[in-house]
């Protein structure tokens, strides 16, 4: 069966630190992968999403980046922290299509002070 | 363009009342849509998913949900409901030939024991 491992479950970072979250999917191959922030009030925010190795799409500009160096290996990083990077992060999964929905890790809570 | 719209911010509800979760897409082609289910801290849980067949479907923990096409609705539904169902719920859409899932902003239940 597949899984997702989505680590670290919490982290507090100072403003101007980087950030390095990571997310690896198990039991499937060439899946599709995502970076969702969730903050307080706003719903569930797309970042990046990548269809495979080396292919990052940006949906939103911001102070973060993503990498795909493995097939099931989806990256978000910071050079440098910002207070607004504060947060709830989910990495998800998919089939190459989408249509059978996600599958999420259980997040990081990032507070950035 | 697809979209979701879950009109309820919050809902409160005794506990063994029945309750309905709203939820309203906009897509001009066919679509996929899926119930999640997001605990205090926890990532989000498949609840149930309309891909194709009967508008009625039935999902994890007696929670079902029907597919309106002409309300372009896709309404939650649970008929006596838990103290433990006491959640965020969010409403997806992904269009045919679309790759990424579009969420509400989510409805947060509340139940009153």
């Known amino acids: 069966s597949q899984t997702i491992h989505q680590w670290p479950a919490t982290l507090v970072q100072p403003v101007g630190s980087p950030l390095s979250l990571e997310c690896t999917v198990e039991?499937?191959?060439?899946?599709?992968l995502y970076w969702y922030r969730q903050a307080a009030g706003r719903g569930l925010q797309l970042l990046f999403y990548?269809?495979?190795?080396?292919?990052i799409s940006s949906e939103v500009p911001q102070n973060l980046s993503a990498s795909r160096p493995q097939d099931r290996q989806f990256i978000l990083s910071s050079k440098k922290l910002l207070l607004s990077d504060s947060g709830f992060y989910l990495c998800?999964?998919?089939?190459?299509?989408?249509?059978?929905?996600?599958?999420f890790g259980s997040g990081t809570r990032l507070t950035v002070v | 363009a697809q979209s979701v719209t879950q009109l309820d911010s919050q809902v409160p509800v005794f506990e063994e009342a029945p309750v309905e979760l709203r939820c309203n897409y906009s897509?001009?082609?066919?679509?996929?849509l899926f119930w999640y289910v997001q605990y205090p801290n926890q990532g989000l849980q498949l609840l149930l998913k309309?891909?194709?067949?009967?508008?009625l479907v039935k999902g994890i923990n007696g929670f079902e949900a029907e597919f309106n096409k002409s309300q372009t609705s896709f309404h939650l539904r649970k008929p006596s409901v838990h103290i433990s169902d006491t959640a965020e719920y969010f409403c997806?859409?992904?269009?045919?030939?679309?790759?990424?899932?579009?969420f509400g902003t989510g409805t947060k239940l509340q139940v009153i024991p």
């Open positions: 998800a999964w998919s089939v190459s299509s989408g249509n059978y929905g996600y599958t």
């Open positions: 039991g499937t191959s060439n899946p599709n």
């Open positions: 990548s269809v495979g190795i080396g292919q």
């Open positions: 897509s001009s082609v066919s679509v996929y």
């Open positions: 309309y891909l194709s067949g009967s508008t």
């Open positions: 997806a859409v992904i269009s045919g030939g679309y790759q990424k899932v579009t």
